[in-house]
């Protein structure tokens, strides 16, 4: 499968505990997003790379949360001490810095806080 | 920032009938605008994209359009079927000067219900 994956799909944890979630980009592509989708809503920016810099962040990114992409391949977004808020599909996307720059979406990562 | 509108949130056709959904958008600065088709539990998909120097793309049964001046744009799916039942989103997004193509901002969506 060549498109964009994530891990895991399903991620249930308690209130206070530590969650990390990895992304694995379509391969050439350059740029990696992620975001954050709550039901009946559509998807919200949280942050973005290019290579291995992040370039921008989203408002709604607070201090508890933080996404790495090391060797500009794969990332990942940890959340810390999560809250019941948190809970909400967690999207990955990326594209080519090429064209239109156009975004494929990964199958994301439905997180449930208790 | 940017604010994408995208109405109606429901849409409800009978199969072979057109569907239209509208979204506009706020930063005049945003010069593409994609679709995306989200079926329940699976991921979104693109199904059509434009850029802002273009007024209208095709592709098979399904068309948008953009009005720059406006600031809106729209998603025209013609005989319709069963199948596209989903829920689509719009998106913005424009160039940033320093490091190229800012993050995408959507809609809301619309569930697209098509009876058979």
């Known amino acids: 499968d060549t498109g964009v994956s994530q891990d895991p799909r399903h991620k249930i944890t308690k209130r206070g505990q530590n969650v990390t979630f990895r992304c694995d980009p379509i391969?050439?592509?350059?740029?990696l997003y992620w975001y954050r989708q709550t039901l009946g809503q559509g998807p919200e920016f949280l942050t973005y790379f290019q290579n291995e810099a992040q370039l921008e962040k989203s408002r709604l990114l607070s201090d508890r949360f933080s996404a790495e992409r090391p060797k500009g391949s794969f990332s990942t977004l940890e959340i810390q001490r999560t809250e019941q808020g948190d809970s909400a599909m967690y999207l990955c996307?990326?594209?080519?810095?090429?064209?239109?720059?156009?975004?494929?979406f990964g199958p994301g990562t439905r997180l449930l806080v208790l | 920032g940017e604010n994408v509108e995208q109405h109606p949130s429901t849409l409800s056709v009978q199969e072979g009938d057109s569907a239209v959904i509208k979204c506009t958008y706020s930063?005049?600065?945003?010069?593409?605008f994609p679709w995306y088709k989200q079926e329940l539990g699976k991921r979104p998909q693109l199904i059509i994209d434009?850029?802002?120097?273009?007024g209208e793309k095709k592709d098979q049964r399904i068309a948008v359009t953009l009005n720059k001046t406006a600031k809106h744009f729209s998603l025209h799916i013609t005989e319709t079927q069963p199948e596209d039942s989903a829920v689509y989103f719009c998106a913005a997004s424009k160039e940033r000067g320093d490091t190229g193509r800012r993050a995408l901002t959507f809609g809301s969506g619309t569930r697209l219900q098509v009876q058979p």
């Open positions: 996307a990326s594209s080519f810095t090429r064209g239109l720059e156009t975004q494929y």
């Open positions: 391969s050439e592509h350059n740029r």
């Open positions: 434009i850029r802002s120097n273009v």
């Open positions: 930063d005049s600065a945003s010069n593409y």
